[in-house]
């Protein structure tokens, strides 16, 4: 045994097949006995025979070999951990060396740590005075980590305790279900005996059931032939109750001998084919009092008139049949047998054959045909509504009273009849029709039909509701016959809408001017021309159905949509064709502007068609066209204006490049003339309808003025002095309020702001005119927050332009203003955007 307190490094048994790393603290273990295998138990335990005292508790190794007590007086944690870890005797010795090297190391990083610790408890002379407050304060911890340690060991002894006494209860109750099962099977073996010892009674019990079934039908065996005899007399009399009565004895014995035989032997396929053999009229009289039962039932609209009594028994023995049905299916689901001709399902097949009836009655209404009678559709349809209306009629009065409620026979036939009316529709719609029998044809399906002249009828109702009724052709089909009929129609609209076209174009060339309307506005007559044709087509639709005008509509819209693509690309080429000889056509001016008013005259005649002849419900499916026609018009005006003012501008392109030049600030008149042209053409836009016209003035008040901006941006001078500077901004002030006098004068009427463009070139000569160079950055960051899409460039070529600015304060007014970017106002519409400055970059502009 180690001293107290030592060291061992490897603590090893007597026997030297365990070692165990760690310190043993003082009085840890003594020896209690021998054994001859010897083992140390750190305080844990030891082998069956010797033990070692250590303080309080119980042990025991993991392999169930070692009970001792459990260590009681102080040892580490870390050595705690290591008995835990340690294996016994028989175990492989690697894991414990490795465990024994591993407490080293940590007992060797231990001392490393606690020196350390001393040394910086200990770094001064004066804390020599502090190792008692020190030494207590550690015995402190170190009997705090002790008592959790001991709690946390006692928490884990407790828990193992209460497995322990579970594992035995488990152990208990496993060994009380182990003799229950036990004799279980002791019993079921000593009843195997006495179950084969009753097998003779229960086929004692089978035989004597099957003697009982042939004694109770013995009577009815006998009595086959006869039995079948009355009944094929009954059936041939007409008296089918009681014909289904022998009959349905006659099943009955069958089935009950056939029924014991399946149970008895269901192997035995002799036996049950001699049965059936013996009873092999049954089935024949079955199937002749069934043609009986059909062909009352084909006559049924007939008979219920004359003899209701007769429907009435034809029923009542459906009924019978669909209960034996009923009842034989049940027993199937538990003897798995089914006799034969079973299941009858008379009931469905009453229904087919009712509704291979109706199909034959419709389809045998077609008395002409297209050579006999021009007119063979037309009475075959209102040969078919009359009989169909009849029929139904007569279902509704008199049938349902024959027929139980379940069976709903008014609306199986409504819906045979529904059924048989769409096939025949689908027939005819299949052939080769001609336009005035497709006319025919669609609106005996789309109106008559729901009409108050058939299903609409005030005797068929309520039980008919025409809005439930589905629609007698799939509108694949009803869209397949209005192409057929629409193909003519389409070709002719779009030859017609060609022919206009090309004649307008003529128009265009002319050395006169176009004609102007009660308001005095140019126009040609192409709008009239189109919805005149679109209006005839449409009045003619509108005769045969609402769903064919509104297709009529829709075609004329489709058309009329290519047809302003193709005006658009007339126009576009009638400019081109300008633009290479200015000369001419001689009245470009005035036909352009024809075209620009015809676009609001096709918009509102497309609205006015549309109002005149679409329903409100219906309009939402078409509306989706009215936009893109929209579209496409603005379109074309704009392009039309665009191109007046691409005319307007031509000619202001001189006095334009004049601007912000040393001619200019030396006198130049450039913007009077630019202001008297731009007027002298706006009298001739006089004639252009007011929404086209009030863009075009907003337009062209942009554009003069983005053009004057560009002129400043393009850096044509550069002054060189404060009095340079501010003639020039109060020259650009004057010429503002020039451009603003003239574009209010243009734009009186249309209730415009016209002030807000030339405010910009206000803005930019305030940036000019400033003769304090310590606030230029206030005032081109107000510019830069009122017009947020103004650029760095735009900001050089202004400051580039005034040529007071030195290099340090251009670049320190463009890096301030980059670092801080405005919010722009929603309602703000960019003006410097498309103004490109000459490609010199900001950094040649800081030189």
Known sequence: MAPDGQSTGGVQCPCGQLAIGGVLSAHMVSWVGTCSVPTWSAGWGTCSVPTWSAGWGRAQCPHGQLAGDVLGARVSTFLTLSLLYSQCPWNDRRGDCALSWTMKETDREAVATAVQRVAGMLQRPDQLDKVQQYRRREARKKASVEARLKAAIQSQLDGVRTG?????????????????????????RQSINTIESLKDVKDAVVQHSQLAAAVENLKNIFSVPEIVRETQDLIEQGALLQAHRKLMELECSRDGLMYEQYRMDSGNTRDMTLIHGYFGSTQALSDELAKQLWMVLQRSLVTVRRDPTLLVSVVRIIEREEKIDRRILDRKKQTGFVPPGRPKNWKEKMFAILDRTVTTRIEGTQADTRESDKMWLVRHL????????????????????????????????????????????????AEDLEASEIVSLLTWVLNTYASAEMMGNAELAPEVDVHALEPLL??????????????????????????????????????????????????????????????????????????????????????????????????????????????????????????????????????????????????????????NMDGILDAIAKE??????????????????????????????????????????????????????????????????????RAVMQKRISFRSPEERKEGAEKMVREAEQLRFLFRKLASGFGEDVDGHCDTIVAVAEVIKLTDPSLLYLEVSTLVSKYPDIRDDHIGALLAMRGDASRDMKQTIIETLEQGPTQANPNYVPIFKEIMVPSLNVAKLLK
Request: hydrophobic share 40%.
């Open 382 to 429: 209102e040969i078919i509504r009359k009989y169909v209306l009849d029929d139904l009629i007569v279902a509704k009065n008199l049938m349902v009273q024959c027929f139980p409620p379940h069976y709903e026979i008014f609306k199986n036939l409504l819906g045979m009849y529904h059924q048989a009316l769409s096939t025949r529709m689908q027939e005819l719609a």
């Open 474 to 627: 799939s509108p694949d089909v009803v869209s397949e016959l209005l192409d057929t009929y629409m193909s003519t129609l389409t070709s002719n609209i779009i030859a017609w809408l060609r022919k206009a076209l090309e004649t307008d174009k003529k128009d265009w060339s002319k050395e006169t001017e176009p004609e102007a309307d009660q308001d005095g506005y140019y126009q040609t007559t192409l709008p009239a021309i189109v919805f005149q044709m679109f209006e005839q087509n449409l009045q003619v639709a509108a005769q045969i159905s609402e769903d064919l005008k509104t297709k009529v509509l829709v075609l004329c819209l489709q058309q009329m949509n290519s047809f302003l693509s193709r005006y658009r690309e007339e126009a576009q080429l009638y400019k081109e064709e300008h633009l290479r000889n200015r000369q001419q056509p001689h009245c470009y001016v005035q036909y352009m502007i024809a075209v620009i008013n015809n676009c609001q005259t096709f918009k509102e005649s497309i609205v006015s068609l549309k109002k005149k002849y679409l329903k409100n419900e219906v309009e939402e499916g078409v509306a989706p066209s009215q936009p």
């Open 164 to 188: 322990l006494s579970q594992l035995h209860n488990a152990l208990s109750d496993v060994k009380d279900i182990q003799q229950a099962l036990a004799d279980v099977s002791k019993d079921w």
């Open 640 to 709: 039309g204006c665009g191109s007046l003012l691409e005319e307007v501008f031509l000619d202001l392109e001189q006095h334009l490049n004049e601007l912000m030049t040393k001619k200019w600030l030396l006198g130049s008149n450039a913007v009077d003339i630019i202001c008297v042209t731009v007027e002298d053409y706006f009298n001739d836009f006089a004639k252009i309808k007011k929404p086209y016209k009030k863009r075009m003035t907003a337009e062209a008040h942009r554009r003069v003025v983005v053009e004057y901006l």
